[in-house]
């Protein structure tokens, strides 16, 4: 009951909180911010309807040729080991207007990737990032943070469980350099509530230049699904997979600023996820870990026994 109240309080109306921000306007005698929708200052009393924030339908276009705008580049945050799951050599990092679904079954190593993510991310830029935490409590959050020894916990800024503080104002407020929802399962059930939040942490990665990270539960068949259907709300869809105990796989389902249908192999430990580099070759050389993938380890098994 609390969750669907976190729910009702903070995502559901993320929307009305967004217009809510975006639909005020100075007062053009006394500076207060109020209603744009309204004309006369509460304060002290001035009618706005000629003053020079008021805008006249008539003579407002809002139309925009194609010729008229200027190319420019998608700003990126540099998040070190991770740029290449984002975008390439010649444009690694993530974008940081993006919204990003990270998808997997439980234990796959979401809530661990998301966290190492963020301390990139906060250290990268030495800003502030947002992490609502609705399944975890700060303790259990920072204690994984110390555990995968992140330097930057002191960036991190855990928004709890169970909060009735509406998060859309404290995001703006707080002007972060990323927002991490760990997880949308914690918030909602409903498929359709879940799209709805999705789509609506878009414009607030765009007014804030602050990209966001979205986390996914994907247990059954039908929860994959929905996790499909989900895409078109989101700039780039990450599966995970697991393989082994610890040997993950992670593909990238989609992605709006990059390489789609790129695969990645991971290693868990302890201290979180890292790249594995293969011996043989077969993949992308990202550390010094010593290697074989599966497909040339049992050929060479195959080849062992034929010679016998």
């Not at 703006?172 to 799209?195: R, W």
């Amino acid at each position: 009951m609390h969750v669907e109240y976190m729910l009702c309080n903070c995502i559901m109306t993320i929307r009305d909180q967004i217009n809510a921000l975006q639909s005020m306007r100075p007062c053009a005698r006394c500076g207060l911010q109020f209603n744009a929708n309204l004309t006369l200052c509460p304060v002290c009393q001035h009618w706005n309807s000629d003053g020079p924030n008021a805008v006249n339908p008539l003579e407002s276009n809002p139309l925009v040729r194609l010729s008229d705008v200027k190319a420019q580049g998608h700003r990126r945050l540099l998040t070190g080991p991770w740029d290449c799951i984002f975008g390439d050599a010649k444009n690694p990092g993530i974008v940081d207007t993006g919204v990003t679904l990270l998808g997997g079954k439980p234990g796959s190593g979401k809530s661990t990737m998301s966290l190492q993510l963020a301390d990139c991310m906060a250290s990268s830029t030495q800003r502030d990032v947002i992490y609502i935490g609705a399944e975890e409590s700060p303790e259990e959050i920072a204690e994984r943070g110390r555990r995968l020894g992140l330097k930057s916990m002191h960036l991190i800024c855990v928004y709890p469980m169970g909060s009735n503080v509406p998060i859309i104002p404290l995001i703006y407020a707080s002007k972060p350099c990323g927002i991490v929802l760990d997880s949308l399962q914690g918030f909602t059930s409903d498929a359709l509530a879940a799209e709805e939040i999705c789509k609506s942490f878009k414009p607030i990665s765009v007014d804030l230049k602050a990209p966001t990270i979205i986390i996914s539960q994907v247990t059954k068949d039908d929860d994959f699904a929905g996790f499909m259907k989900m895409q078109h709300a989101v700039d780039t869809t990450v599966m995970f997979s697991v393989y082994e105990e610890e040997i993950r796989e992670l593909e990238i389902v989609k992605n709006r600023y990059g390489p789609a249908g790129v695969k990645c192999t991971l290693l868990m430990g302890g201290e979180g996820l890292a790249w594995v580099s293969w011996t043989c070759g077969c993949k992308a050389v990202n550390d010094d870990s010593a290697l074989e993938c599966r497909g040339c380890k049992s050929q060479r098994l195959i080849g062992d026994s034929d010679d016998e």
